[in-house]
């Protein structure tokens, strides 16, 4: 059974720092583009970042560019998040997700792409 598990997630206040992790079991996703995908109360869920299998390619939301960092390590078949400067309107649920196509040269930018997904962590900045 796959399942992805996020960690890392609670309050801080604003410019301050957090690092998610997504843990992936159940079967190797090394040759899978992973991302973060994000949800604040009342909004559409969005993409934050995604990096491709290799971790040779990465994409971030452009409000985010420049604070988040997203990695991966495919010995431990996880993925993390670095989020640095954070403000309110980091607030969210983040998940992470995983690709349904392997071996893309490009990461997929849309949800409907991604075929598994944690069940999220809570992400909250006080201003």
């Known amino acids: 059974q796959v399942r992805l598990v996020e960690s890392g997630g609670g309050l801080v206040q604003a410019g301050g720092s957090l690092r998610l992790s997504c843990a992936a079991s159940?079967?190797?996703?090394?040759?899978?583009?992973m991302g973060w995908f994000r949800q604040a109360p009342g909004k559409e869920r969005e993409l934050v970042a995604t990096?491709?299998?290799?971790?040779?390619?990465?994409y971030y939301a452009d409000s985010v560019k420049g604070r988040f960092t997203i990695s991966r390590d495919n010995a431990k078949n996880t993925v993390d998040l670095q989020m640095n400067s954070l403000k309110p309107e980091d607030t969210a649920i983040y998940y992470c997700a995983v690709d349904q196509l392997p071996f893309r040269r490009i990461g997929a930018t849309t949800g409907d792409a991604y075929g598994y997904w944690g069940q999220g962590t809570q992400v909250t900045v006080s201003s």
């Open positions: 159940g079967r190797t996703f090394s040759t899978y583009g």
């Open positions: 990096i491709t299998w290799s971790g040779g390619w990465t």
